[in-house]
């Protein structure tokens, strides 16, 4: 799957997404949720096999991505953003690039995640600055045309909320546990803690999740069933990995 997203973004499911959509079974379903959403991709993709069928439900800690889905969906504010973007990035150069991308807020964020160096630290090239337009963006036509929820709480509320909804399929793909995750900012790994203690064969909901096949995720679900491994390699840094799907007995 082409890029659909406005920005990179680390754990982007992109390239992964049609080997989990033929995984997963959508019988039944009437909401899809992803509490640890990100770039929405495999709701993305399920959007496009499976047009304005479902509820979507997406969440993350991200406050910046639930801020840019509200902006996307206001056009006012959308003119607005776009072309403060389109005046802060005329003349950019290393000094005024470093103190934007400080600035905690979305301006500051979309700069730092949109134009970057594949090595930190450095500054970018200057053919990095173009900007196109969020409209020309598949995921700007997602988000007006389904029928969508985004929130920013903490996942396990989420999760909560509907696990026992027999007509909901939540898909997790939460931080990793410690092994390729230094890139997040907020570290909730509590949610293998949790769904430990609660079985996930327990709930009525429909669960995936999306984990690396290490040997602390296999023996924290050793109860529940899997999926075949696949292989992953990541675009920016090359590294590969192994995944593994993890589901319940609904699933």
């Not at 890029?3 to 982007?12: A, C, E, K, L, Q």
């Not at 049609?18 to 640890?36: A, C, M, Q, S």
Request: charged letters at 30%; aromatic letters at 18%.
């Amino acid at each position: 799957m082409k890029n659909h997203f406005y920005i990179s973004y680390f754990g982007n499911k992109r390239d992964e997404v049609e080997n989990i959509y033929d995984k997963i079974d959508l019988e039944g379903i009437d909401i899809i949720i992803e509490p640890y959403c990100g770039t929405c991709a495999i709701s993305y993709y399920i959007s496009t096999k499976e047009p304005n069928k479902y509820k979507y439900i997406f969440n993350d800690n991200n406050i910046y991505l639930y801020e840019m889905f509200k902006i996307i969906k206001d056009p006012e504010l959308l003119i607005k953003f776009e072309d403060e973007i389109k005046d802060t990035i005329v003349d950019m150069n290393k000094e005024k690039y470093n103190n934007i991308v400080k600035r905690n807020d979305v301006i500051g964020w979309f700069i730092k995640s949109k134009y970057y160096n594949i090595r930190p630290g450095l500054y970018p090239f200057h053919n990095k600055w173009v900007f196109k337009s969020i409209k020309d963006y598949p995921i700007f036509n997602f988000f007006n045309n389904e029928n969508i929820e985004f929130k920013s709480i903490d996942a396990i509320k989420i999760y909560n909320k509907y696990k026992d909804d027999s007509k909901s399929l939540i898909f997790l793909d939460p931080p990793y546990m410690k092994t390729c995750n230094d890139f997040y900012e907020k570290q909730d790994m509590n949610i293998y803690e949790y769904l430990y203690e609660n079985n996930i064969d327990h709930e009525k909901a429909k669960i995936y999740l999306v984990l690396e096949n290490i040997w602390m995720c296999k023996l924290l679900f050793n109860r529940n069933k899997t999926i075949d491994s696949y292989d992953k390699i990541y675009q920016t840094t090359k590294k590969k990995t192994n995944h593994i799907i993890i589901y319940n007995n609904k699933g």
